[in-house]
Each structure stands twice: as C-alpha cells, then as structure tokens.
C-alpha cells in the first residue's frame, strides 16, 4: 500500500515562496513517477507538475513554468515542490500523487494520492 502525505502548505503573500512536500512509503529502488495536482475552490482539480522517479523527465503546467519546480531527494522518499512568484491564481488544496507510467500529466493515470494541503496566497 503506497501512502503518500503532504505538508508546507500556509498563507503567504503574492511574490513570496513556499516547499510543498510529500512524505511517501515508496522505497529507493521504486518505479513509480510522482505528480502534484491542484485544485481551486470551486473548479476541477488540475495537473501542476511531474517527475518520474530518476529524476530525468519533468513536466510543467503552462501557468507554474518557470516560477515551479518539483524536486526528489536523494534516498528517494520525498518529493518537493519549491514555488516561487507566488500568485493569488496558485490558491488551491494540492495533492500528491503516484503512478507507474512514466511522468504523465493525466491523473486518471495515478493510482495513490495524498490527503493534499493548503496554498492560500494573498494579494
């Protein structure tokens, strides 16, 4: 059973930065490609980022390219997203997520998802 939890969400100002990050029970020589989702009050939950699991292939969201970036540490357990120009259009619950596919932006692709954390940016 994959468990993945999130944390680092809070309130922070527009323009400044937070590091998301996910804790999970994957172990080093998983195979699994890790994503974070977002979803806003009252719209659909969309892809933010991926990553697969060596760390080599990476996709971005139009809209966090170049102000986000998703990393893994080097055991191999966690997954960050370090958010930089921080937007009032960032606020939304983020979730992790994992899948045996390689890096894909679907999420009906990922198999296990966290319970997700708050980004509130105010303006």
């Known amino acids: 059973q994959v468990q993945l939890a999130e944390s680092g969400g809070g309130l922070v100002q527009a323009g400044g930065s937070l590091r998301l990050s996910c804790e999970t029970s994957l172990g080093t020589f998983s195979t699994y490609s890790m994503a974070w989702f977002r979803q806003a009050p009252g719209k659909e939950r969309v892809f933010v980022a991926s990553?697969?699991?060596?760390?080599?292939?990476?996709h971005y969201a139009d809209s966090v390219t170049g102000r986000f970036i998703m990393s893994i540490d080097s055991i191999k357990t966690t997954v960050y997203l370090h958010m930089h120009r921080l937007k009032p259009d960032d606020t939304a619950v983020y979730y992790c997520?994992?899948?045996?596919?390689?890096?894909?932006?679907?999420?009906?692709?990922?198999?296990?998802w966290g319970q997700g954390t708050q980004v509130t940016v105010s303006s």
């Open positions: 997520a994992a899948t045996k596919k390689i890096s894909t932006r679907n999420q009906v692709d990922y198999e296990h």
């Open positions: 990553i697969d699991w060596l760390g080599e292939i990476e």
